[in-house]
């Protein structure tokens, strides 16, 4: 069975940064593409990065681009999401979630299929 654990939540002030890690374990991730995503109270559940395991091939969402990076340590089962400039905004729960179907990168939530549990992020302006 996949399990997928969050850890590295927290509060941070404004223009601070966290790094969220994901420790993913029963299963082989080779072949398999890896998720980050977040949900703000209120709001629905949103696309924020994702990552190719193999290849390293990376997305993000525009509100992002620019100050997030994803990454991953095969060795460690790991997958990361660096958060630099936090705004308040940011300000949310972040899942991370792997797409077993295929490898390709995706922003759709539907095509995710084990996700953690969550780990909170809150920005104070």
């Known amino acids: 069975q996949v399990e997928l654990v969050e850890s590295g939540g927290g509060l941070v002030q404004a223009g601070g940064s966290l790094r969220l890690s994901c420790a993913a374990s029963?299963?082989?991730?080779?072949?398999?593409?890896m998720g980050w995503f977040r949900q703000a109270p209120g709001k629905e559940r949103e696309f924020v990065s994702a990552?190719?395991?193999?290849?390293?091939?990376?997305y993000y969402s525009d509100s992002v681009k620019g100050r997030f990076t994803i990454s991953r340590d095969i060795a460690k089962n790991t997958v990361y999401l660096q958060m630099n400039s936090l705004k308040s905004e940011d300000t949310a729960v972040y899942y991370c979630?792997?797409?077993?179907?295929?490898?390709?990168?995706?922003?759709?939530?539907?095509?995710?299929?084990?996700w953690g549990r969550g780990t909170q992020v809150i920005v104070s302006s």
């Open positions: 979630a792997v797409k077993m179907r295929s490898s390709r990168v995706s922003p759709e939530l539907w095509q995710y299929d084990y």
């Open positions: 029963g299963g082989t991730f080779a072949r398999f593409a």
């Open positions: 990552m190719t395991w193999n290849a390293g091939t990376t």
